[in-house]
Nanobody, 126 residues
Framework: QLQVVESGGGLVQPGGSLRLSCAAS????????IGWFRQAPGKEREGVSC????????NHATSVKGRFTISRDAAKMTVYLQMNSLKPEDTGVYYC???????????????????WGQGTQVTVSS
């Protein structure tokens, strides 16, 4: 069974950095994509970054381009989200999700993903 578990959230000052990890089990990251999403209080869940299984195609939301980087270590079955130059508006619960289909490109729509983690809180505040 596909399963993902997030870790690495915390409290950071504006301008700081955090690295989130998404540990995967039950599937091969070389075939199945991972998406990162976030949800702030009172707002809808939004796509942040994703990486497809085949070819490692990457997509970032406009709001995080140039600040966030997604990468994977297939041997460790882990996908990382490196977040730099954090802003208060980046605050929210961050989720990773796995796509059970095999694709060469990913989308930032929650509908593409079937298996979700429990989330990890990221708070950007001084």
């Amino acid at each position: 069974q596909l399963q993902v578990v997030e870790s690495g959230g915390g409290l950071v000052q504006p301008g700081g950095s955090l690295r989130l990890s998404c540990a995967a089990s039950g599937f091969n990251l070389d075939y199945h994509g991972i998406g990162w999403f976030r949800q702030a209080p009172g707002k809808e869940r939004e796509g942040v970054s994703c990486m497809s299984g085949l070819r490692g195609g990457i997509n970032h939301a406009t709001s995080v381009k140039g600040r966030f980087t997604i990468s994977r270590d297939a041997a460790k079955m882990t996908v990382y989200l490196q977040m730099n130059s954090l802003k208060p508006e980046d605050t929210g619960v961050y989720y990773c999700a796995a796509d059970s289909a095999v694709r060469s490109m990913c989308e930032l729509s929650p509908h593409q993903y079937d298996y979700w983690g429990q989330g990890t809180q990221v708070t950007v505040s001084s």
